[in-house]
């Protein structure tokens, strides 16, 4: 079955560090997304992108988060200068076109747990 | 504002059935998800609801009443596998290409022999 691939599963850095978290979607998805879990909290919709470009976003990504598709198959989180409440677990997903079946649905990755120090 | 509430934890024996509510308020409504979610893990996909109205699939069924903003999963013939978290997830966008889903925080269900 295909599915979407993280790495790295798990980094820890220091507070003010760059951070890079990458994803390979499934092949043939158009549409992806970025979502955070703070330990024990619910899971957290950070940024959607579509077409090379960033389609929404939340309050949460502010101007210390951008995201990248660099070449056909990555998709990638930068947290610029990392902080303490970053700490979380974030999951990339990705969804085909309505036109093809079981496209509403979301497709997660394992996710990359990210401590900060 | 956007709320999705749900039980925070649940306990059922193995063999038996259980039921999983969600009520929402959100702004817009355009889906309502169930994902199951093992401890560190990713969330895996359950089911969809759209319609007022039951979906089945398999051990798993999901209900939804959007006048009532409710819905429920049901879980049938337990399996100590099933023990996960269980979380109800709303697409309040109603934007054809953006897919933000609110989730609630989850139910932990605990299935005991």
């Known amino acids: 079955e295909p599915e979407v691939t993280q790495t790295p599963s798990h980094q820890v850095t220091q507070m003010g560090q760059e951070v890079i978290l990458r994803c390979v979607p499934i092949s043939n998805h158009l549409y992806f997304y970025w979502y955070r879990q703070i330990l024990g909290q619910k899971v957290e919709f950070l940024v959607s992108f579509y077409n090379n470009e960033i389609s929404e976003k939340s309050e949460i990504f502010d101007d210390q988060f951008s995201v990248e598709r660099p070449d056909g198959s990555n998709f990638t989180l930068k947290i610029r200068s990392t902080k303490l409440e970053d700490s979380a677990m974030y999951f990339c997903?990705?969804?085909?076109?309505?036109?093809?079946?079981?496209?509403?649905?979301?497709?997660f990755g394992a996710g990359s747990r990210l401590t900060v120090l | 504002g956007q709320n999705i509430d749900q039980p925070t934890e649940m306990t059922a024996t193995e063999g038996a059935i259980v039921q999983i509510n969600c009520t929402y308020q959100t702004s817009g409504f355009n889906g309502l998800f169930w994902y199951q979610q093992h401890a560190g893990e990713a969330p895996t996909f359950l089911s969809y609801?759209?319609?007022?109205g039951l979906e089945e699939k398999g051990r798993f069924s999901s209900f939804l009443s959007r006048s009532k903003g409710y819905s429920y999963l049901l879980l049938k013939e337990l399996q100590m596998k099933d023990s996960a978290s269980y979380l109800c997830a709303v697409r309040a966008s109603p934007a054809y290409n953006t897919d933000k889903l609110i989730f609630g925080t989850g139910t932990r269900l605990q299935v005991f022999p």
């Open positions: 609801n759209v319609l007022d």
């Open positions: 997903a990705s969804r085909g076109t309505y036109l093809n079946t079981g496209a509403n649905v979301l497709t």
